[in-house]
């Protein structure tokens, strides 16, 4: 049996790896200020983007300073999971979902949507703007720049962005073709942008104790002896960074 996807997925990681360094090499630098800094991170993302949310959130291994921007009517969980469309398409649910989040000048928001054209993510950005984040957008590139914004704006996530990273997927997200069949299977963006974004944090990690950070804000496994005490000591000294409940 051929697993075609994998072929597929091994490309675009090579593709990445090369063309988007200096991109991350750019993220990596902007992540590294802000917690030498104490200033926090924000990630979003709705529906199936809002997977990387949880993949950068309270993981062994992630940074502690990460703080996902959650829609409740956006996550997967909800019924009908049509309404998720219905909500990031919603003008002023973005606008709404940031005030409720504590974003500072100085902090950096991640912001992840393979289109970039919906109004929720695009507002999440706006308001980031506003008050002084650096952006960092994962979308694809070629994709969104195929398509209209569905903001007032006219803005799509990438124009927002101060550093872009570009997952390198196809239009529709999806890799693999089926004779006979009118969609593509086998989405990318989940794959490759928990890729790139783990990629960054192992990078970031690796800065900071170059610059003489022996402890950074690295969650330990809560499976491991001494797990939980180690995360409680270091929650301490970055609670300032951190805006969820520990």
């Known amino acids: 049996m051929d697993f075609e996807y994998f072929s597929h997925i091994r490309d675009l990681l090579d593709r990445v790896e090369k063309e988007e360094a200096p991109s991350m090499e750019k993220a990596v630098r902007a992540l590294t200020e802000a917690i030498l800094s104490k200033h926090s991170v924000f990630i979003f993302g709705a529906s199936h983007a809002g997977i990387l949310s949880q993949e950068m959130y309270y993981r062994a291994g992630g940074l502690m300073v990460v703080n996902p921007i959650w829609g409740r009517e956006i996550m997967l969980d909800t019924a009908p999971v049509t309404h998720t469309s219905r909500m990031e398409r919603l003008v002023g649910y973005g606008t709404l979902l940031a005030e409720n989040a504590p974003m500072r000048r100085g902090d950096v928001l991640i912001a992840h949507s393979v289109s970039g054209r919906?109004?929720?993510?695009?507002?999440?950005?706006?308001?980031?703007?506003?008050?002084?984040?650096?952006?960092?957008?994962?979308?694809?590139?070629?994709?969104?720049?195929?398509?209209?914004?569905?903001?007032?704006?006219?803005?799509?996530l990438f124009e927002l962005s101060d550093i872009v990273l570009d997952n390198h997927g196809e239009k529709g997200d999806a890799c693999v073709g089926i004779d006979g069949v009118g969609q593509k299977v086998g989405p990318t963006s989940t794959v490759i942008g928990a890729a790139i974004l783990n990629a960054i944090v192992a990078a970031v990690t690796k800065e900071l104790v170059r610059r003489g950070l022996t402890h950074p804000p690295i969650f330990y496994s809560a499976n491991v002896d001494g797990g939980d005490a180690l995360n409680r000591e270091l929650y301490s000294q970055y609670k300032d960074s951190i805006h969820y409940r520990f």
């Open 118 to 156: 919906n109004p929720v993510t695009v507002e999440i950005a706006l308001a980031a703007k506003k008050r002084g984040l650096t952006v960092i957008g994962l979308t694809n590139l070629s994709y969104s720049r195929s398509v209209t914004s569905r903001h007032p704006s006219g803005k799509r």
